[in-house]
């Protein structure tokens, strides 16, 4: 289905530039917090499902939209997967820069195009392969330089880069699960089942829930509101009215401004072959994004 045309053209773009703002900030949010990386995951989350469930449940319950039960399951192995992704890339983020982390962790789709070759059998172009290239060698010289400085560091990079194969896993089952379920109600339980895979972990890692400061907590709700609902409803309004040839692309954009707004933010300056490096994914992302883009459905796509 195409993209409908919105009664302002410019609005779209407006919203997939503020939805990238809000998404660049979800590093930053981690570092400021006085709390560990899942917990401030699980807490987005949390804060997320209370403000969407008034939105979404009353929908449900009046029967203005139909779900049966074997359509939740796309929901809820993607918020499986989510929480992984949280969890990883959140730990991440306290052992490596915040540019590292939201980079390597945005390289989901590699991940998704090797499912699709193993998986669904799908054939992948010399620019995937170049894509690649780029990637692999880009990652090398990022973990490796970091891991010179720092062993711990070098396995923040490692982390992030687990964190994006969980993405991909989100990615998919997005992509499954929109197919009969409107977005207000998909990102409803998946943003739910998230929360509670989420809690699980960080009982499990036996981290405090409580005994933060109010600016942590301000912190949490601020994530909720910033980065996960209007970061992702915002790209969901421009992917409703721009093609994913467009969005997918643009949405690199995401590391590039965390990188740009880690410099004033938190003094991280990337050295010299951390940029090379960087510079080598990037690339290998947007090639990867331009040779699998007709094999890739819109996710999540919102009502008009």
């Not at 008034?54 to 203005?64: E, H, Y």
Request: hydrophobic letters at 55%; one cysteine or more; proline letters at 7%.
């Amino acid at each position: 289905m195409a993209p409908s045309q919105p009664r302002h053209p410019i609005l779209p773009y407006l919203a997939l530039g503020s939805g990238i703002i809000c998404l660049s900030f979800s590093a930053f949010f981690l570092r400021w917090s006085d709390a560990p990386g899942p917990v401030t995951a699980l807490y987005r989350m949390i804060f997320a499902s209370l403000i969407l469930t008034p939105l979404a449940l009353p929908r449900i319950l009046k029967g203005r939209v139909t779900v049966e039960r074997k359509w939740l399951r796309f929901p809820l192995i993607g918020g499986f997967f989510s929480s992984l992704d949280f969890a990883f890339w959140s730990l991440a983020v306290g052992m490596t820069t915040v540019a590292n982390a939201t980079l390597l962790g945005n390289a989901s789709p590699l991940w998704v195009a090797l499912f699709a070759l193993l998986i669904f059998r799908e054939k992948l172009g010399r620019l995937f392969w170049a894509g690649l290239g780029l990637i692999l060698g880009g990652a090398v010289l990022m973990m490796g330089s970091d891991f010179m400085l720092h062993p711990s560091v070098g396995l923040g990079d490692i982390l992030a880069l687990t964190s994006s194969i969980f993405y991909s896993g989100v990615f998919l089952s997005a992509q499954r699960g929109r197919e009969n379920l409107d977005p207000l109600t998909y990102t409803w339980a998946a943003v739910c089942a998230t929360a509670t895979c989420l809690l699980v972990i960080v009982l499990l890692l036996g981290y405090p829930l409580t005994g933060f400061p109010l600016q942590t907590w301000l912190i949490f709700l601020a994530s909720a509101i910033f980065s996960q609902i209007l970061g992702f409803l915002s790209t969901s309004y421009a992917l409703g009215h721009l093609p994913a040839s467009i969005v997918a692309p643009t949405m690199i954009g995401q590391p590039v401004l965390t990188a740009i707004l880690a410099i004033p933010l938190l003094g991280e300056i990337p050295g010299g072959w951390q940029l090379a490096g960087g510079l080598l994914v990037l690339g290998g992302i947007v090639l990867i994004h331009q040779s699998h883009n007709r094999q890739q459905r819109r996710m999540p796509i919102t009502e008009n």
